[in-house]
């Protein structure tokens, strides 16, 4: 098994559930997702120091696809993609340049304006059929973009489009709430988009930071859109926050992270999501809470695993 065999009261049951989906699933393993927030650069937290780490926090379990935010031109510039290239991942960034133009950036191009939410998928079970990115508001913070992979299993031929995002990061009410609605709204649009290239009923996954818990209006228009969340409706579902804080160096010289203090740790408080719509089934949601994992990023990744119900679109 991948995730600890007890999280609450509820895990007998769940397990069970779990149990019965894989049996009677014909098709191969459960499709792992995982999310996670590298924590930048932007802070005096050379990535030298941390990408032994992030490569190890992103391969403890293996996951098929994965969506990364915070990636810096110093990330793309370590040996992290290198690695995980030569681990069976394959990166996907989108055209850039065409995704500036499409959102009328003025200013000059600099090496600051990449896509920070690539995704990550693992070449011995999927092919890639298409891919995307888009930037959400240039002129107000050109790095929060949305990243998207049509994929196909080479085990059943079954499709879906995965997501990569982040949202507006400021904390100062309607405003920012209303910003980060904005970039759901966008994700929405562009999901259609696809579909009306791949088909109607081409499931979808999304992960990201969305600064914003459940409970916010983003997350609210993301479910009018057909989308639901993995951490409230999954079998199995962790009980932790997903942002812990940013990891702290220590006499030693190296950084230290932990999680916060127990009444503070909730998954109510998590702003980090995986959601996903119709043709997919959530079985499991686990917060990364290792300490390796605490030391190296200030979010703790989230894996689901999920089940693909639908069957293959028609050409």
Known sequence: MIFPAAIGPRTVLASCVVAVAMAFSCRAEPLKFLTLNVWGDYFGNPVEEREAGMEAAILKDRPHVVSLQEVTPGWYASRLFPNLRNSGYELVRGDEAAALRR???????????????????????FNLLDSGVDFFHVSLQVEKSVTWAVLEDKTDGRRFVAFATHFWWKSNG???????ELNARHVLWLLADIRRKWGAGLPAILGGDLNSVETSIAHEMLR???????????????????????PVRGADGKYR?????????????SIDHVYYTKGIRALRHEIGTWQEVLDVTDHSPVLVEFV?????EKE
Do not use: M, W
């Open 308 to 312: 693909l119900e639908s069957k293959r």
């Open 174 to 180: 309607i405003e920012s709430h209303t910003i980060r």
């Open 224 to 246: 009018q859109g057909g989308f639901r969340n993995a951490a409230s409706s999954a079998a199995i579902r962790s009980a932790h926050c997903s942002h812990h804080g940013n």
């Open 257 to 269: 992270g932990s999680l916060r203090p127990p009444a503070l740790d909730t998954p109510d408080r």
């Open 103 to 125: 959102a009328a950036f003025a200013g000059e191009r600099t090496p600051k304006h990449v896509n920070h939410e690539p995704l990550l998928y693992r070449k011995d079970r």
